[in-house]
């Protein structure tokens, strides 16, 4: 199994991005979506979630400019960013788990925002 994201860029500071995330193939039981970002030089950090039983979520550092939408039983996630600044540039990585044990990672959409 496989996530597949795409949808980062180049962009000036304010403007918007749509990053997107796809399974594969089927996968059971997702209960789990999530998007991380990962700076130069730090931590990778949560960012938004879908869960199958609390529905979505967002981190206080990008609740207000960024929606997470989808499908998690297909195995597809959605972060709409907008109001974009260069403190928001970094790899995105799209995350899934299932009741069964997977956790898998795609394989990071870079997102650059220019001054």
């Known amino acids: 199994v496989q996530l597949q994201a795409s949808g980062g860029g180049l962009v000036q500071a304010g403007g918007s991005l749509r990053l997107s995330c796809a399974a594969s193939?089927?996968?059971?039981?997702?209960?789990?979506m999530g998007w991380y970002r990962q700076a130069p030089g730090k931590q990778r950090e949560l960012l938004a979630t879908?869960?199958?039983?609390?529905?979505?979520n967002l981190e206080d550092s990008v609740k207000g400019r960024f929606t997470i939408s989808g499908d998690i039983a297909k195995g597809t996630v959605y972060l709409q960013m907008n109001s974009l600044t260069p403190e928001d540039t970094g790899s995105y990585y799209c995350?899934?788990?299932?009741?069964?044990?997977?956790?898998?990672w795609g394989q990071g959409t870079q997102v650059t925002v220019s001054s």
């Open positions: 193939s089927h996968i059971l039981n997702i209960n789990f």
């Open positions: 879908i869960t199958s039983g609390g529905g979505p």
């Open positions: 995350n899934l788990k299932n009741l069964y044990g997977l956790d898998t």
